[in-house]
């Protein structure tokens, strides 16, 4: 039986060039922890619940005291909701802890930028650095 677990833990994602020369992740660091992608299985693009952003809420009125101050005690400017915030690229990846470890299945997503082409047509770079403003989401093992 599958045990599917959802998170929304930040992740340090390494990625690199597939053979279509597209972007996808080759290894990650979760919970202090190097795992090495084996495989991407599928990828996909997906809407964020517009409604549970901060800037919907602070709209509302609910803000917290840490939202509505910034530092030194100045207003914090208002955030406002961009179409990136409501769209993130997905990948979920088959991974292991080590090349000897037990394979997993990972879902990990980063918010996509606006007027950025869809996952299929994204060309990548020959860059193998690591970005950031990624999210663990879902883990089956």
């Known amino acids: 039986m599958t045990t599917v677990r959802r998170f ?3 992740v340090h994602v390494r990625y690199g060039d597939a053979d279509e020369g597209e ?19 599928s990828r996909w693009r997906e809407r964020s619940a517009w409604w549970e952003h901060a800037a919907v809420a602070a709209v509302h009125g609910d803000v ?11 207003p914090a400017r208002r955030r406002v909701l961009e179409i990136g915030d409501l769209e993130r690229e997905v990948f979920r990846v088959e991974a292991s ?3 000897a470890g037990g394979a997993g299945v990972y879902d990990l997503a980063r918010a996509v930028a606006p007027g950025t082409a869809a ?3 994204v060309a ?6 690591a970005s950031g403003d990624w ?5 089956s093992d």
């Open 23 to 41: 972007e996808t992740p080759v290894q990650f660091i979760w919970r202090g922890r190097l795992y090495v992608v084996r495989e991407v299985l």
């Open 119 to 121: 996952v299929s047509e």
């Open 97 to 99: 802890v080590g090349r």
């Open 124 to 129: 990548g770079t020959s860059s193998s650095e």
């Open 8 to 10: 929304s833990d930040a």
């Open 64 to 74: 917290t005291d840490s939202d509505a101050t910034g530092p030194g005690g100045r």
């Open 135 to 139: 999210q663990l989401l879902r883990v």
